[in-house]
């Protein structure tokens, strides 16, 4: 059995799918795109900006779960063009501490809504 985990401090799902689910000891977070919470639109165009929204996305469904990104043992990262990595790389990384999660980065055709990152996490609590 799973229980969904739900905020309005991070954006409303767009499908048939829960912000994230708690599966005992597990946190399973839909990939997140750079949607802003209140307006479900795009908080820029630029890469950097979006990996940004992204991440604090993430880290709201983390804090309404009672974790924080220490707890992100699994991500996913998604992109509409690889030569994008090297920025979300670094906003990743800025959100993370050592040690690092596991992790696997690479380029899709197309994101929902023409996003041009998603990622996706898993968290354990402690």
Request: proline share 6%; charged share 20%; glycine share 6%.
């Amino acid at each position: 059995m799973f229980k969904p985990i739900s905020t309005d401090k991070a954006p409303a799902a767009i499908g048939p799918y829960s912000q994230a689910v708690d599966v005992g000891d597990h946190i399973f977070i839909s990939g997140q795109i750079p949607l802003d919470p209140t307006t479900q639109s795009f908080v820029s165009e630029h890469v950097e900006d979006q990996a940004k929204q992204v991440m604090k996305n993430i880290g709201a469904i983390l804090n309404e779960a009672g974790l924080s990104y220490k707890h992100i043992a699994k991500a996913n990262i998604y992109l509409d063009n690889i030569d994008d990595f090297a920025v979300v790389n670094e906003v990743y990384a800025s959100y993370l501490s050592e040690p690092y999660p596991a992790r696997a980065a690479v380029e899709v055709g197309k994101l929902p809504k023409g996003a041009k990152v998603e990622i996706e996490a898993i968290a354990v609590k402690e």
